[in-house]
Each structure stands twice: as C-alpha cells, then as structure tokens.
C-alpha cells in the first residue's frame, strides 16, 4: 500500500544537526512532491519545505532558510532532511508527506521525534 | 496570509453537528485549501482538500465550504471518534500555511 516510512528517533545536543528520512513505497515516488512539517510538543503544524524527487528542486519557510537541507535519494525512493545548528525549540515531531494533484498533503509519515536537550 | 481558526475547542454531544471556521487575512484560491483531522499521538489525516472534495475513505458526514476568505468544516452526526484537533492548511505565493487548530470534543 502507499506509505511513508520515517528513521526512528534521536537525542541531539545544542549546535549538532539531525538528518531525518523518509521512504515512499506503493506509489512511483518521483511523481509527487515531499514536504516535511514538524509540530513541537502540544504546539500545532509548522511548514518546513518540500523537494521534488524528480529534480532535487527545493524550497523552504524562509524561518529555515540557511539552516535546513532536504535531499533525495531516487534509487532508494527516500527524502532525507537535514536541519542544523539545532536549538531547544527545535524539538518536535517531524513529519515527511506527499503532496496531491491540488496542494494537499495526503499520505503522511508516521512522525520521527527528535529531542534536542543537553 | 495567515488563517485563523474558530473556536480554539468544541465540546459537542454524538449525534449533533459540528461547524468549525477557518478565516484567512486575504482571498485565498479555494482550489488549494486542505483540512486535516489529528489525533494524540498519530500523524494528520487528510479529509478534505480543494475545499470541499473528500479524500480517499472520509465518511460523507465531513463536508467543507467556503471560498475567498472564509471556509467551514461540517461534521455531521457526531461520532465519538470524531474527537480530534482539526486544522485548516493553503497553499499560496510558494508558501503552505496552516491554521492553529480546533480542538473537537465529544462529551
């Protein structure tokens, strides 16, 4: 079936930077756009950016522009994002999601959680 | 643009019908406004996108409305699963935004 599957979670120390993937099985994972969106703890959803598996093409919040990298890997049909100089308000949820034909995102990863504390 | 969602919380009863708002700063294109039903501890589902088509597998009893600047998501027949926080998401100028959710309470 169509799904997401993210890395497990990480513990990082202040000023380390995390990578975090996310493969796509079920469906011809070059043809839609991935984004990833991280929700830190009882806060709500927060749009990081997305990359376009096809290209590499890449964009992002301007809040994480400097400071974030997403990459892919076709053969492997896995995104990857890197997010650095990590802070302690980075600590959330990230979620990877595929975006549909109309700008929604409708096949959602299951979460990494990454905690940043020293 | 920023979107604004009403009420911050709904306590409802199963059965009745929930109306939940989402009000964006400026018109907004409603091809590209999403809602999103989550529940503790599980990612975002998608319900409704171009503000009013179902997504795969959502019961008819959510519809979405709206255009310009104010959109509404309806559930009718309230079920105890519908206990959820639900959030409204656009797309606009490259950038996707979402609002900061509704908490839904089934008593």
């Known amino acids: 079936q169509v799904q997401l599957v993210q890395s497990g979670a990480e513990v990082k120390k202040p000023g380390a930077s995390v990578k975090v993937s996310c493969r796509a099985s079920?469906?011809?994972?070059?043809?839609?756009?991935v984004h990833w969106v991280r929700q830190a703890p009882g806060q709500g959803l927060e749009w990081m950016g997305w990359?376009?598996?096809?290209?590499?093409?890449?964009n992002s919040a301007q809040k994480f522009q400097g400071r974030v990298t997403m990459t892919r890997d076709t053969s492997m049909c896995t995104a990857y994002m890197d997010l650095r100089s990590l802070r302690s308000d980075d600590t959330a949820v990230y979620y990877c999601?595929?975006?549909?034909?109309?700008?929604?995102?409708?096949?959602w990863g299951q979460g990494t959680t990454v905690t940043v504390s020293s | 643009i920023l979107l604004t969602q009403s009420p911050d919380t709904l306590s409802l009863s199963p059965g009745e019908r929930a109306s939940l708002s989402c009000r964006a700063t400026?018109?907004?294109?409603?091809?590209?406004l999403a809602w999103y039903q989550q529940k503790p501890g599980q990612a975002p589902r998608l319900l409704i996108y171009g503000a009013s088509s179902r997504a795969s597998g959502i019961p008819d009893r959510f519809s979405g409305s709206g255009s310009e600047t104010d959109f509404t998501l309806t559930i009718s027949r309230l079920e105890p699963e519908d206990s959820a926080v639900y959030y409204c998401?656009?797309?606009?100028?490259?950038?996707?935004?979402f609002g900061q959710g509704t908490k839904l309470e089934i008593k």
């Open positions: 079920g469906y011809a994972c070059t043809d839609y756009y």
């Open positions: 990359i376009n598996p096809k290209s590499g093409a890449t």
């Open positions: 400026q018109s907004v294109i409603s091809t590209y």
């Open positions: 998401q656009h797309y606009g100028s490259s950038r996707y935004t």
């Open positions: 999601a595929r975006l549909n034909g109309l700008r929604a995102m409708d096949v």
